[in-house]
C-alpha cells in the first residue's frame, strides 16, 4: 500500500499526540509537579489542544475523503445536455462510490479533467495500468468519456475514453475541447474547455468556461498558508483560484476538487453535474 506525503504527515502527527497523551497519563500517576520540566497545568493545556488536534486528524484521514458532494453548473451552450465533470482520481485513491453518484446524473456524457495514475504508484506495472483501464471501463460503461491527461498522465495505453489533445470534439451539440497538459496548444471555439492545471489556462481560448483540477481543492486548506503552499510550490493562482468558480483574465473557470480520497480538510472529493441550457 502506498501513501501520500499528506498521509505520511498526518500519520506522524497522530504518532505524536499519542505521544504526548502517554506523557500526560505518567504526569497524572506522578508525585513530582514536572516531568521533563513541564507542570501538570502545562501537560493538561496540551492534552486538550492534542485530543482537537487529533480529531481534526481522525477527520481529515477518515471522514472527509469518504464523503462524495454533487455540485450543480450551468453552462448556456445553445443546446440542452448534462455532463459530469470529475478530474484527479489518482486510481486507485478513490471511492469506488463516485461511479453510483454519476449514474444517478444520468448524463449524456462524462468529462474527465486528468490525472487518472496514482500520485506515488507511477504505474507502469501491469497491475496498474489493468486499475487505470478498469476506470474508464467502468465510467464508459454509463456513459461515453472525454478526457485529458494531467501531469502524472504519461503514455497511457489505449482507454475507454476519448483523450482530447489540443482538440476539439462535438457532444450531443456541445463543442468541447481538451488541452494537452504536456504539450499544450491553444484551442478555439469552444463550449467548454477541459484544462488539467491553471498554468494551462490561457490556452483554453475563448470558452463560455474552462473546467480545470489538479489542486485538490487545496487538500488541507488552512487559512493563508494553503493558498500560499500552492501559489509557490505549484503554480502561480494554484492557491489562490484553488477551488470553486471564479472569473480569472476574463474567463469563467470552475476549479474541482477531484475525487481523489487523500487526507482531506475542507476540500470534499466531489462530482460536477454540467447542465448545459439554450
Request: aromatic share 10%; glycine share 8%.
Amino acid at each position: 500500500m502506498a501513501f501520500t506525503i499528506l498521509e505520511v504527515v498526518e500519520f506522524a502527527g497522530f504518532a505524536a499526540c499519542l505521544v504526548f497523551f502517554v506523557l500526560f497519563c505518567i504526569q497524572l500517576t506522578k508525585r513530582r509537579k514536572t516531568l521533563f520540566g513541564l507542570s501538570k497545568r502545562m501537560y493538561a493545556v496540551g492534552a486538550a489542544l492534542v485530543f482537537v488536534a487529533a480529531c481534526m486528524m481522525f477527520y481529515a484521514l477518515f471522514v472527509e475523503p469518504s464523503e462524495i458532494e454533487v455540485r450543480q453548473l450551468v453552462v448556456e451552450a445553445g443546446v440542452q445536455a448534462r455532463f459530469v465533470f470529475i478530474s484527479d482520481a489518482h486510481v486507485p485513491s478513490f471511492n469506488p462510490a463516485v461511479f453510483d453518484k454519476i449514474r444517478e446524473q444520468e448524463p449524456d456524457a462524462i468529462l474527465f479533467g486528468g490525472d487518472v495514475r496514482g500520485m506515488l504508484m507511477f504505474s507502469d506495472t501491469p497491475e496498474s495500468a489493468a486499475e487505470n483501464s478498469e476506470f474508464f471501463s467502468n465510467l464508459s460503461s454509463i456513459a461515453p468519456v472525454y478526457a485529458v491527461s494531467g501531469n502524472h498522465d504519461w503514455g497511457l495505453p489505449q482507454m475507454d475514453a476519448t483523450f482530447l489533445i489540443n482538440e476539439k470534439a462535438v457532444v450531443n451539440g456541445v463543442t468541447v475541447c481538451g488541452v494537452d497538459d504536456r504539450r499544450p496548444a491553444e484551442v478555439t471555439g469552444c463550449d467548454i474547455a477541459l484544462v488539467h492545471s491553471l498554468e494551462n489556462l490561457r490556452f483554453s481560448g475563448n470558452s463560455s468556461v474552462t473546467f480545470l483540477g489538479h489542486t485538490h481543492g487545496g487538500g488541507i486548506n488552512l487559512p493563508v498558508i494553503t493558498e500560499n503552499v500552492l501559489n509557490v510550490l505549484v503554480c502561480s493562482g494554484c492557491g489562490t483560484y484553488r477551488y470553486g468558480e471564479h472569473i480569472v483574465d476574463g474567463k469563467r473557470i470552475y476549479v474541482t476538487s477531484g475525487i481523489v480520497n487523500h487526507v482531506r480538510f475542507m476540500a470534499m472529493p466531489e462530482i460536477v453535474v454540467v447542465d448545459a441550457v439554450k
